[in-house]
Structures are given as structure tokens and as C-alpha cells.
């Protein structure tokens, strides 16, 4: 069997099978034809039984007549006397075939008992009685053999057709322990030649199956069934064919990994030395940057700072002035009006001496914030007040441009979260980040002013929101916005919008520095030209993984 093609197996357990089917139906249908004639049979048989009690009742209706007959001599009593001898030799007919004795001694019993009525008939007819009633004592002598012939046929007809019942039940049974037997047979012998022919395709399959997951998962050593002459030797010899390519496929790709592992080192050192090359360049630029800026913040503040120490020299002490000039006054000869006028005089000098003072302060603060930004290096890593910050940044900036451009006007708005709370950072490194993007909506929102026809104002949000974890800060303005292709290099080092002398491309490059590498946050800018520009910044509020710049 293991050379015969899995084709003709297949047909050959179809043909075997077909033919069992065959076989056992047409055993089955013999049984059935013969069970069938023993029904008719006994159908027949019952009809008969049937015929046999309606030939009681046919005789009974004869005796009846043939006795009214002889007593009456009526021609309705002979008429119905023919019709009942008629239908009851039509019973006896049909009863002929299964009793013939019996049907031609009840025919001649009839006859007698005929003859006999017609006899008293004709004796009663005579007035001759006593001749009458012998005769019909006779024929009632007739009349019960016949009766007793008559019972004794139905009798013998209903114990043959009882016997044939009982045959036709024990042939049925037979039947269908024949059917089950052969259905069994049948069923097992179909069973088991179907077992050993899957058996014969299924095993060899099996262990085809086995050595292809093992060439699966690699294992291009394992042993491969002996091709044989059928369908499944066809498979084993693509399988071997496949083996093969597979072994040259490994051994070229070992010398191709090779090949790769040596590009992939001297891939490996030119791009160690790129990285090393970019890092001294980002060194580089972070800190012309914060030399540039520093130096720029610096020369500023202190220039500021001397003349503003002098206004506020100056108001404290013309404030005391003031003071001892109303002392002075108090003593001088001078009426009522003059001393009012005086009074008035120097009390709103005094006031606005102290609002000089309270202004000057409030400058010097900023000078002192500026000097403090302006210092080399990251500064202190500590944890700040994240709105505190903001809102520092928000009025230094706000200062400074005021400071450098008179008659600068932007409306200003704040929405800060108050569970921001707190979070470890480098504040003076943040706040070049925030005074750098402020600035931006500053400039942003003053050119859209510039181009405006009217009924436009120039605002600028900062906003502030805990997110769990990190603490986002949003710097929204409303000017020009931002075109695709400049959003796109917008933080590439040296690149800016901006006309000459009044940027350096630097700003948002140490940004996202100081966001990303060195916070470890992230930095994302929604915009919409001629509409609004958003920076948002989300920072962690830990910083485990915090360095210096």
C-alpha cells in the first residue's frame, strides 16, 4: 500500500465502501420482499376471516326466509331467499380457496336444506302439517350443521392467519436483526479499511510534518523520510530541495552578518566621532550664547543700576527735605491761604517722592534679577514655585521691553493653576527659556499691531496647568504666527525671521536645549499664520535625571 499514490487509495476506499453499501442493501431488500409477501398473505388471510363471518351472517339470513318461505308461501319471502343463498355462495366462493372440503359440504348441506323448505312448503300447502313440521324439523336439523361447518371454517381461517401473524412477527424480528448485524459488520469493515488507509497517508505525513518544523526552527540537520514513489514522496524530495537552499541561505548569511559586522564597527567609529563632533559644537555654541547673552544682560543692568541708585538716593533724601521744609513752615509768619496752598504743595511733592522711591525699588529688584541671569552657568538646581516663576519672568520681560521701546504696549493675562505647585529645576536656565519665548510674543504681537488697520490688541497669555506628574506651561500671543516651512527649522541654531541686529537665531535653539536635554522635558509649538502662536512646555517635576548645562 505504501507505493500506491494517495489518489488511488482514496478511489479504492470509495469503490470498497460503495460496494458494501451495495452488498448489505440489497441483502436487506431480499429480507424486506420476503417479509412483505408474508404480509400480504396474512392480509389475505384476515379478508377471508372477514368474508367467512359474513357468509354466518348471509346463511342466517337464508334459514330465516327459507323457513318464512315454507310457512308463508309468500314470492317476497322466495325472492329474498334467492338473494340470500346468491350472496352466500359468493362468500363460499371466496372461501373455496383456502377450505375447499369444508365449502362443498356447507354447499350441499344448503341444497338439502332447500329442498327440505320447499318440501313443508308444499306438505303445508297440502294442510298436510304433521308432514311439514317433520321437514322442517330436518332443516333445522341442516341448519345447525351448517352453522357448526361454517364456525369451524372460521375458526380454521382465524389459526392461519394468527400463525401467519406470528410467522410475519418472527420475520420481522429477523429482519431487523439481520439489518443491525449487517449494518454492524458493514460499519466495522468500512471503519477499519478506512483507519489503515488514513493510517498510510497520515503517518508518513506525520513525520514529513515533524522534519519541516524542525527545518522551521532551524534545524537544518534533521532526517528526512526516504522519498517514496507517490504524492508524499513528491513533497519529501521538495522538502530535501528545500534543505539544501536553506544550508546555502544560512552559510551566505553568515558571510553577509560578517560582512555587516565590519561595516557596522567602522559605521560605529565614524559616528562616535560625529556625535563627539556635534557635542563640542553644541558645547560650543550653548556657551557663545550664554557668553553673549550674559554680557549683553550684564552691561545693561549696570549701566541702569547707577542712575537708578541715584533717583533713589535722590527721592529719600528730597523726601526729608520736604519733611524738615514743612517744620520749617510751621513757624513762619503766613496766613491761612498761603499756608494752605504750601501744604498742598508739599504734601503732593512728599507723594510723589515716595512713588519715585517705590518705583525705584521696584526697578532696582529688576536690575538685581537681570544681573542674576546674566551670571555664567545653570546656577542653583532647586525646586521652585512654577507660577512664581512665570509670573518673575512674565514682569521682566514685560520691563524690559518697556525699557527699551517707549510707548510699548501689550495687554498681558495670566491663568495659572494653583496646584502647579512645585517642581526641581534650574531656575535661572528656565527663566531665559520663558523670557525668550515671551519676548517672541512680545515682537509677534507688536508687527501684527504695526500692519493692523485697527480694532487690534496685542496680548499675551502665560498659562499653567498640573498634569500629575509634570507641570505644563503655555506662552500664548496673538500676532503674526508661524508659516510651515519656518516652524519646521524654527530651533536649528542661528536660524531667525528676524531683520538684521535684531536677532541671532540663538534664542529658541538654547530653548529647547535647556527643555529638553537638560530638563528632560519637552517642547511643542501649535501655531496659525496671521492668527496666534503657542509654545507649550511640559516639565517633570522630579529631576533624577537633571544635568548642568
Known amino acids: 500500500m505504501s507505493h500506491v499514490s494517495i489518489r488511488a487509495r482514496l478511489i479504492f476506499l470509495s469503490v470498497l465502501l460503495l460496494v458494501i453499501l451495495a452488498v448489505s442493501s440489497a441483502l436487506l431488500i431480499r429480507e424486506l420482499m420476503r417479509h412483505s409477501q408474508s404480509l400480504a398473505e396474512q392480509a389475505r388471510l384476515v379478508s377471508i376471516v372477514r368474508t367467512a363471518t359474513t357468509a354466518s351472517k348471509h346463511f342466517g339470513d337464508l334459514k330465516y326466509w327459507l323457513t318464512d318461505l315454507a310457512i308463508t308461501q309468500l314470492t317476497r319471502s322466495q325472492?329474498?331467499?334467492?338473494?340470500?343463498?346468491?350472496?352466500?355462495?359468493?362468500?363460499?366462493?371466496?372461501?373455496?380457496?383456502?377450505?375447499?372440503?369444508?365449502?362443498?359440504?356447507?354447499?350441499?348441506?344448503?341444497?338439502?336444506?332447500?329442498?327440505?323448505?320447499?318440501?313443508?312448503?308444499?306438505?303445508?300447502?297440502?294442510?298436510?302439517?304433521?308432514?311439514?313440521?317433520?321437514?322442517?324439523?330436518?332443516?333445522?336439523?341442516?341448519?345447525?350443521?351448517?352453522?357448526?361447518?361454517?364456525?369451524?371454517i372460521v375458526a380454521r381461517v382465524e389459526q392461519q392467519a394468527l400463525a401467519g401473524r406470528d410467522a410475519s412477527a418472527r420475520q420481522a424480528e429477523r429482519v431487523v436483526e439481520l439489518a443491525i448485524i449487517g449494518g454492524m459488520v458493514a460499519l466495522a469493515v468500512a471503519l477499519?479499511?478506512?483507519?489503515y488507509i488514513v493510517r498510510s497517508i497520515t503517518v508518513p505525513l506525520k513525520r514529513l510534518e515533524g522534519s519541516m518544523a524542525a527545518i522551521t526552527r532551524g534545524e537544518l540537520d534533521v532526517e528526512i523520510p526516504r522519498a517514496s514513489a507517490h504524492e508524499?514522496?513528491?513533497?519529501?524530495?521538495?522538502?530535501?530541495?528545500?534543505?539544501?537552499?536553506?544550508?546555502?541561505?544560512?552559510?551566505?548569511?553568515?558571510?553577509r552578518r560578517r560582512a555587516d559586522a565590519e561595516i557596522r564597527r567602522a559605521r560605529d567609529a565614524a559616528e562616535a566621532a560625529l556625535r563627539e563632533l556635534k557635542a563640542a559644537q553644541a558645547n560650543l555654541i550653548q556657551a557663545e550664547k550664554m557668553a553673549s547673552l550674559g554680557q549683553l544682560t550684564a552691561g545693561i543692568a549696570?549701566?541702569?543700576?547707577?542712575?537708578?541708585?541715584?533717583?533713589?538716593?535722590?527721592?529719600?533724601?528730597?523726601?526729608?527735605?520736604?519733611?524738615?521744609?514743612?517744620?520749617?513752615?510751621?513757624?513762619?509768619?503766613?496766613?491761612?491761604?498761603?499756608?494752605?496752598?504750601?501744604?498742598?504743595?508739599?504734601?503732593t511733592l512728599r507723594g510723589n517722592l515716595e512713588k519715585i522711591v517705590q518705583h525705584g525699588k521696584r526697578a532696582d529688584g529688576i536690575v538685581k534679577n537681570m544681573l542674576l541671569h546674566s551670571r555664567h552657568g545653570s546656577g542653583e538646581h532647586r525646586r521652585v514655585d512654577v507660577n512664581a516663576l512665570v509670573e518673575e519672568s512674565l514682569n521682566l520681560a514685560y520691563h524690559g521691553a518697556r525699557a527699551e521701546k517707549?510707548?510699548?504696549?501689550?495687554?498681558?493675562?495670566?491663568?495659572?493653576?494653583?496646584?502647579?505647585?512645585?517642581?526641581?529645576?534650574?531656575?535661572?536656565?528656565?527663566?531665559?527659556?520663558?523670557?525668550?519665548?515671551?519676548?517672541?510674543?512680545?515682537?509677534?504681537?507688536?508687527?501684527?499691531?504695526?500692519?493692523?488697520?485697527?480694532?487690534?490688541?496685542?496680548?499675551?497669555?502665560?498659562?499653567?496647568?498640573?498634569?500629575?506628574?509634570?507641570?505644563?506651561?503655555?506662552?500664548?500671543?496673538?500676532?503674526?504666527?508661524?508659516?510651515?516651512?519656518?516652524?519646521?527649522?524654527?530651533?536649528?541654531?542661528?536660524?531667525?525671521?528676524?531683520p538684521a541686529g535684531e536677532g541671532t537665531g540663538l534664542g529658541l535653539s538654547l530653548s529647547y536645549d535647556i527643555v529638553v536635554k537638560q530638563h528632560g522635558g519637552s517642547i511643542e509649538v501649535e501655531t496659525k499664520p496671521g492668527e496666534f502662536t503657542e509654545f507649550r512646555i511640559i516639565l517633570p517635576r522630579t529631576a533624577g535625571s537633571l544635568s548642568g548645562s
Open 192 to 195: 477499519g479499511l478506512t483507519a
Open 79 to 152: 325472492q329474498n331467499a334467492a338473494d340470500a343463498k346468491a350472496r352466500l355462495d359468493a362468500d363460499l366462493k371466496a372461501i373455496a380457496a383456502v377450505h375447499p372440503e369444508g365449502v362443498a359440504a356447507i354447499g350441499r348441506e344448503v341444497e338439502t336444506l332447500t329442498d327440505l323448505a320447499r318440501r313443508a312448503g308444499e306438505a303445508y300447502s297440502g294442510d298436510d302439517s304433521v308432514e311439514g313440521n317433520a321437514l322442517l324439523a330436518q332443516a333445522r336439523s341442516r341448519i345447525l350443521n351448517i352453522d357448526d361447518e361454517i364456525d369451524k
Open 406 to 498: 517707549p510707548g510699548f504696549n501689550v495687554t498681558l493675562e495670566r491663568s495659572f493653576d494653583p496646584a502647579a505647585g512645585e517642581a526641581v529645576l534650574f531656575p535661572q536656565e528656565m527663566t531665559r527659556v520663558l523670557l525668550n519665548l515671551i519676548s517672541n510674543g512680545f515682537y509677534a504681537a507688536t508687527k501684527r499691531k504695526a500692519d493692523a488697520s485697527g480694532g487690534y490688541e496685542p496680548t499675551v497669555i502665560a498659562a499653567t496647568k498640573n498634569l500629575g506628574d509634570s507641570i505644563e506651561i503655555r506662552i500664548r500671543d496673538n500676532g503674526t504666527g508661524i508659516s510651515p516651512e519656518v516652524k519646521e527649522k524654527m530651533f536649528d541654531p542661528f536660524y531667525t525671521t528676524k
Open 232 to 255: 508524499i514522496g513528491a513533497m519529501t524530495k521538495a522538502l530535501g530541495m528545500l534543505r539544501d537552499s536553506l544550508i546555502e541561505r544560512d552559510h551566505l548569511e553568515r558571510e
Open 302 to 347: 549696570h549701566e541702569i543700576k547707577n542712575p537708578l541708585n541715584f533717583v533713589n538716593n535722590f527721592s529719600a533724601v528730597s523726601a526729608e527735605l520736604i519733611y524738615e521744609l514743612q517744620e520749617a513752615l510751621r513757624g513762619a509768619s503766613l496766613n491761612d491761604k498761603l499756608r494752605t496752598e504750601i501744604g498742598d504743595i508739599t504734601d
